[in-house]
């Protein structure tokens, strides 16, 4: 689960993002697209290309709610909570700061935007989290 601690990671980003796509696309399949529709603010079409194999458009706060639909699992905000202090408990295990993510992670963002999605001051994407984490748990010894 992507809100799990990560002390390390696939070859690439990319693989990354596949895993937790993966265990998304098991929610959806078993749960199915009207459900996913109805009980999350998840489009239709969003959780269809999800179980298409695709890899839309999901921000963390969409990827927990697909998550939390499953039996045992914390509500969205908490889901969302843990993963964001999972980064920063990672940064300091890696002696990472912001400007040291920025200068490794393989995608535009700047330092302060790092923060802030972190902080959870600003929204961030799956594919942002991914990238974030990456780096953190690639960094990590």
Do not use: N, W
């Not at 298409?52 to 969302?80: F, N, R």
């Not at 843990?82 to 393989?106: N, Q, R």
């Amino acid at each position: 689960m992507f809100y799990e601690q990560r002390m390390s990671v696939p070859d690439t980003p990319a693989d990354l993002r596949a895993e937790y796509e993966d265990d998304l696309r098991a929610v959806v399949d078993q749960h199915g697209v009207d459900t996913v529709a109805e009980e999350t603010d998840v489009d239709r079409e969003t959780a269809d290309a999800l179980l298409e194999g695709e890899s839309p458009e999901l921000t963390i706060a969409e990827a927990a709610q697909i998550q939390s639909l499953e039996d045992g699992e914390p509500d969205p905000d908490e889901m969302v909570t843990i993963a964001c202090e999972h980064l920063l408990l990672g940064m300091s295990t890696a002696v990472l700061d912001v400007d040291g993510i920025e200068t490794e992670i393989e995608i535009d963002l700047e330092a302060k935007e790092i923060q802030q999605k972190i902080e959870q001051r600003a929204p961030m994407t799956l594919a942002e989290f991914v990238h974030i984490q990456y780096v953190i748990a690639d960094g990590a010894p």
